[in-house]
């Protein structure tokens, strides 16, 4: 039997569990916000689709106030954010580029705090982020609030075999 791993960057050993830079957090953040508005895109075609098919109007795409979209994407970043903070310290930008996020002491975030941090970041976003351009720990300000971490945690993704 063969055994079959994702092996991390060469780098990954002496960075493992260490604070991840703005530049891979920011990346991973922007990856994110890509998937969000994906996310929202196909809620918004799907409810007209949906209105098209159980009734008889023609495809046309809603017109909500702004107001109400503006609602919906934070409930939905803060949602998704949070899933992935609360469950496996990763959203799906996390994990590609191989962060996690953590307590101060290294723990899994509670739901709670995953839900703070997340509601935290979708509605102030970036500017919490910048204060880790001129910490010393790469903390945003949302970190040093609620005492989390952003790391690097690089760990093979699947194995096969014995």
């Given amino acids: 039997m063969t055994t079959a791993a994702i092996v991390p960057p060469a780098q990954a050993g002496s960075r493992q569990r260490t604070r991840a830079g703005i530049v891979s957090r920011v990346s991973a953040d922007a990856i994110d916000l890509v998937v969000v508005q994906l996310l929202f895109a ?7 689709f ?8 023609s495809f046309q795409l809603p017109h909500p106030p702004v107001w109400f979209t503006s609602v919906f994407q934070f409930v939905l970043l803060t949602g ?3 899933w992935g903070w609360g469950s496996t310290g990763r959203t799906p930008g996390k994990a590609l580029l191989g962060l ?3 307590t101060d002491t290294g723990t899994r975030l509670t ?3 995953a839900l703070a941090r997340a509601a935290l970041c979708a ?9 880790a351009l ?3 720990r790469n903390a945003g300000i ?11 945690d690089w760990r093979p993704r699947f194995t096969r075999g014995g």
């Fill in 100 to 102: 996690r996020v953590v």
């Fill in 134 to 136: 001129v910490s010393r």
């Fill in 50 to 57: 949906a209105r098209t098919v159980l009734t008889s109007h």
């Fill in 111 to 113: 739901v709670a705090r």
């Fill in 123 to 131: 509605l102030v976003g970036l500017p919490l982020l910048a204060w």
């Fill in 42 to 48: 196909l809620v918004y075609v799907g409810f007209a």
């Fill in 142 to 152: 949302h970190d040093l609030v609620l005492g989390t971490a952003v790391i690097y």
């Fill in 80 to 82: 998704y954010l949070a």
